[in-house]
């Protein structure tokens, strides 16, 4: 089987999670709050790897979840960078406080 215990990739896992979180609490700049938000679905893709990979590895499931990850996060950076791109243009900022368009 694998010598690797379980509980170090849920650590790990565990710790690139809260490396995201703080990347988006803590920063300013939205191409940085994007950035921890795929740093927190990797950490995602990881534990669903790690439990498809010690629960049942005869069957897809934790790979087939994983790659509907992979597409969620491709689309949330496309959709994310071309929102950041317009807000931009207009108002010359990516700065997270500083974007206010919802506001009255």
Same mark, same amino acid.
């Given at each position: 089987?694998? $010598?690797?215990?379980? $509980?170090?990739? #849920? =650590?790990? $896992?565990?710790?690139?999670?809260?490396?995201? #979180?703080?990347?988006? #609490?803590?920063?300013?700049?939205?191409?940085?709050?994007?950035?921890?938000?795929?740093?927190?679905? +990797?950490? =995602?893709?990881? +534990?669903?790897?790690?439990?498809?990979?010690?629960?049942?590895?005869?069957?897809?499931?934790?790979?087939?979840?994983?790659?509907? *990850?992979?597409?969620?996060?491709?689309?949330? *950076?496309?959709?994310?960078?071309?929102?950041?791109? $317009?807000?931009?243009? +207009?108002? +010359?900022?990516?700065?997270?406080?500083?974007?206010?368009?919802?506001?009255?």
């Amino acid at each position: 089987m694998n $010598s690797i215990p379980i $509980s170090w990739y #849920l =650590v790990l $896992s565990a710790g690139l999670f809260s490396l995201g #979180l703080f990347g988006v #609490l803590a920063r300013k700049n939205a191409v940085a709050i994007l950035l921890g938000i795929e740093l927190m679905l +990797n950490a =995602v893709n990881l +534990n669903l790897v790690t439990f498809w990979r010690y629960n049942n590895p005869a069957e897809m499931t934790g790979q087939v979840f994983a790659i509907i *990850v992979f597409a969620v996060a491709a689309a949330e *950076v496309a959709v994310g960078l071309a929102l950041i791109i $317009s807000i931009y243009r +207009n108002r +010359n900022t990516v700065m997270a406080d500083d974007i206010d368009l919802m506001k009255w």
